[in-house]
């Protein structure tokens, strides 16, 4: 069965602090992951994506990594600020971009 | 930027209701979703479109029918709500395969949908 498993549920931080969030998958065929950001209220946006191919990529704060041999994927949050909290959704996509399979995504919160 | 937007931010029906939740997305965009979400469980996919005119079932379609009849716009249609179709719903919308290997689901805002 394609399932996507997050860890953990959630998590609370100090401002400034660094943190990594954690997402396995059994998904086949694989096409890519992504992981989204999801803001309480409003729609999940993208902040990475990883092709099967990727081992590391980073958007400002944020670095994901990819290992496919071991179908898991991270999120490194570093240097955390307020605006970070939200839930984080990792999302891998199957059947050439038709399907997108969601895990249930990390709770983060980052408190002053 | 891709816009997908949905009508209703929030909603409030009676059990009973039929009720409609539209989502339109200006990017010519192929593949429209629509997706409840609730604590714990993630999002989970009620109904996909792959063209005009063209359905697919998800994982969750009961109580829940769709249409689209034009490629810009998405309906979700619950034929007589019910209380356990509380929940936020999602609308996304992405490009066949085929124009973009590593296309991107663009995400409305949202509708968070009470049913009483």
């Known amino acids: 069965k394609n399932q996507v498993e997050q860890s953990p549920q959630s998590l609370i931080i100090l401002e400034g602090k660094n943190c990594t969030l954690q997402?396995?998958?059994?998904?086949?065929?694989?096409?890519?992951l992504r992981w989204y950001k999801q803001d309480t209220g409003r729609g999940p946006v993208s902040l990475t994506i990883m092709t099967f191919s990727e081992n590391t990529k980073s958007n400002g704060r944020y670095t994901a990594t990819l290992d496919a041999d071991t179908k898991q994927s991270s999120l490194h949050i570093t240097a955390s600020q307020l605006s970070d909290s939200a839930s984080y959704i990792c999302?891998?996509?199957?059947?050439?971009?038709?399907?997108?399979?969601f895990g249930p995504g990390t709770r983060l919160s980052v408190l002053p | 930027d891709v816009k997908v937007t949905q009508s209703s931010r929030y909603l409030v029906k009676r059990t009973g209701e039929k009720v409609f939740l539209e989502c339109v997305q200006d990017?010519?965009?192929?593949?429209m979703f629509w997706y409840r979400q609730d604590p714990g469980l993630g999002l989970r996919l009620i109904y996909f479109s792959y063209d005009v005119k063209m359905k697919e079932k998800g994982d969750i379609p009961e109580g829940y029918s769709v249409s689209r009849e034009k490629k810009e716009r998405f309906s979700l249609i619950l034929e007589s709500a019910s209380t356990n179709q509380t929940s936020m719903y999602l609308c996304?919308?992405?490009?066949?395969?085929?124009?973009?290997?590593?296309?991107?689901?663009?995400f409305g805002q949202g509708t968070r949908l009470t049913v009483v």
């Open positions: 996304a919308s992405s490009l066949w395969w085929s124009r973009a290997l590593n296309t991107e689901a663009f």
């Open positions: 990017m010519d965009h192929e593949n």
């Open positions: 997402c396995n998958y059994t998904v086949s065929p694989f096409s890519n």
């Open positions: 999302v891998v996509t199957l059947n050439y971009g038709q399907n997108f399979v």
